[in-house]
């Protein structure tokens, strides 16, 4: 038997989860959160007595994150959903598990005006001379391959200031919870003939922990003298309870002038760049860093 929910637009649902012994709990869930599909294939294969296809322990954030609950499938009862969802049952049909996360980014042009991004492009050819090659925590030269400066005070503060000023509409383009920053980190970085970042998330050490933001903004000199250098992003998937990456991703364009802001957490990566010239002054430029919480 398969569940086979009726397609909705995303709206919040109000879910009251039954419990045995009686216990009770509610819930708010987008009506796609494939949380929510779960917790209603769990009812629905329990039905079909295909129980051993959907045990799993249920870990669902509340609270805005704050808190979990967590409980095992098997102690769920029933579900009580305002608005109704009402289940198709189709018979003889695996069960499919539908635990694919999208991941959301957004991106916005013209994010310097053209004077500051002129001013930027001048500044960071007088600086080549100052740029180091890039390094990973593990020192693997095919992990990572680009060129960094860490100090560029006059363009740093620019540009944290303004994701400062931004963010609350930032935070509610992305629908995430607000949270209260710490610190914004912030590199340039330049990506020339051959360079590239493998797949990686952000904030996976101890270190990063707290990094929950990450903004990419990217310039480069017009005429542009490069291709490649898309940045993937991937959706994730929930596995043996654990987050991973997903194989789909979203392919997002470096875009002249553009910034970009997604999740710390979510695996991303930097396809090769193609610049023949080899020039420095061709690269694929960023000023890229994190948008870190206060420890909690
Ligand atoms: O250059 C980009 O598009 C992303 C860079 C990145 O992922 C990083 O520096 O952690
Ligand atoms: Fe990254």
Known sequence: MQTDLQPLESQDVKVQLLLVG????????????PILNSLITTI?????????ASHCVFQIPI??????????????VGLVTEPPIWVQQ??????VATNILNSHYIQIDNFLSSEEHERLIKYVLAKESAFTPTNTSTNDKNYRRSMV???FPEFSELIVNKIQ??????????DIPSFNISQIESQLTAHNDGNFYKIHNDNGSKETATRELTYVYYFYREPKKFSGGELLIYDSKVENNFYVSAESFKTVEPRNNSIVFFLSRYMHEVLR???PSKSFADSRFTI?????????
């Open 22 to 33: 009686g216990h009770q709990y509610t819930l708010y869930l987008k009506s796609d959160a």
């Open 44 to 52: 629905v294969t329990r039905a079909a007595k295909q129980e051993s």
């Open 63 to 76: 609270n805005e994150g704050r808190s979990a609950l967590c409980f095992s499938s098997e102690q769920l």
């Open 90 to 95: 189709v018979e003889n049909i695996q069960p």
């Open 149 to 151: 400066l860490y100090s």
């Open 165 to 174: 000023k931004m963010f609350p509409d930032i935070i509610s383009k992305l």
């Open 273 to 275: 760049v193609n610049c």
């Open 288 to 296: 890229n860093g994190w948008v870190r919480r206060t420890e909690v």
